[in-house]
């Protein structure tokens, strides 16, 4: 008797683990990650180039790029590949321009494209462009810290996402932390108590996009930190205070506001799709208790997959937005539709859901 109930009080948490985990493995049709990764990527191959200051292939773009390939990759989606492939080869010879200069955060990140390249394909032309995008963000470290450092916000997943490919490429401890120590610093300087954050130090508001970029470049992290990483558990701890007050901001349609922490600001579904890529990794990863992230993670894809249109554009797009001490711009920015801020994380979305 003894020994069936202790199976029994074994068996039955092991019943409520695998019944929230499988909350993001069926979807109804139509909303599986399956379908809406393959409609977003295949619309990818038809898009033009959105140029960082019309000059360099800019960061929506790159982002967007890197989310079609990791779709393609995990639903062994040949042609697909191929096709993203062809759409890169020009920037090697006739756009070669379009490559983008190492001078800032904003560009620098383009390096993570050619990088999971390579991790897609093993290719080393890709490895020699992707390299020195990550390695220029060092070129005059200020105490250790990027010379790209500038206490926005945004800057967490423009200089992790570069550094964590670099880190998957070559598997050199330097570049994991260096993304670290940096994400520490930012961690301590811009979490407010709540775990959300301020778009910057001298701009008090809590912007969705923002703390989007914030919420992805730690997951990027976690995912590839090593367990005994110095780092590690101080950067847990932000991820895991951020997703606490997200799923408290999280609105009755299980997405978030251009303002987070204002009720009647407009959904945005750029920022939205970030933080639920960062839930739907952290259920699958253990990071978080998957009896309560796991339904807010499944709330929130099914909502984003309604603002896909027919024409598989995400709708409700903030714009591309700098800092401002005014509450009333936030409020205001102009909302597109099929914006590449936000096709691109519908694609991390999707990735994530299909992940084992």
């Known amino acids: 008797m003894y020994k069936k109930v202790l199976i029994l009080l074994f068996f039955i948490p092991f019943q409520l683990l695998f019944a929230q985990t499988s ?32 000059k360099w292939i800019g960061y929506p773009e790159t982002f967007y790029w890197n989310g079609a390939l990791r779709y393609a990759y995990l639903a062994k989606d040949k042609e697909l590949l191929n096709r993203l492939q062809d759409k890169f080869e020009p920037l090697f010879t006739e756009e070669k321009a379009l490559q983008p200069i190492m001078n800032h955060v904003d560009v620098n990140m383009f390096g993570s494209l050619p990088l999971e390249l390579y991790l897609v394909t093993k290719d080393k032309k890709y490895w020699y462009l992707g390299l020195p995008y990550a390695d220029s963000q060092w070129k005059v470290p200020a105490k250790g810290y990027s010379w790209q450092t500038r206490l926005w916000i945004d800057d967490m997943y423009m200089i992790t996402i570069v550094q964590t490919r670099a880190y998957k490429v070559t598997k050199d401890k330097k570049y994991i932390d260096r993304a670290a120590k940096e994400m520490v610093m930012y961690l301590d300087e811009l979490q407010r108590p709540n775990g959300l954050f301020y778009h910057a130090p001298d701009v008090p508001y809590y912007w969705g996009r923002g703390n989007g970029w914030m919420a992805a470049g730690m997951t990027e992290l976690l995912q590839c930190l090593p367990k005994n990483h110095k780092d590690r558990p101080r950067i847990l701890q932000g991820y895991r205070t951020m ?11 299980g997405l978030w506001n251009q303002l987070i922490d204002q009720s009647d600001c407009w959904t945005e579904t750029s920022g939205s799709a970030m933080f639920t890529f960062a839930f739907i990794k952290g259920v699958k990863n253990g990071w978080l208790n998957a009896e309560e992230y796991a339904p807010a993670a ?35 920015r102009p909302r597109r539709t099929g914006d590449y801020h936000g096709q691109g994380p519908y694609l991390w979305c999707a990735a994530a859901l299909m992940e084992k």
């Open 23 to 54: 909350m993001l493995k069926d979807f109804p049709e139509g909303s599986t990650p399956e379908e809406i990764g393959k409609r977003l990527a295949y619309r990818f191959l038809t898009e033009k180039h959105a140029l960082h200051v019309g």
């Open 243 to 253: 997703m606490e007050s997200l799923k408290k901001y999280q609105n009755p349609e």
């Open 298 to 332: 499944r709330k929130a894809w099914i909502a984003l997959v309604s603002y896909l249109n027919d024409k598989n554009q995400v709708r409700e797009i903030c714009v591309g937005t700098n800092k401002k001490n005014s509450k009333q711009y936030y409020y205001d």
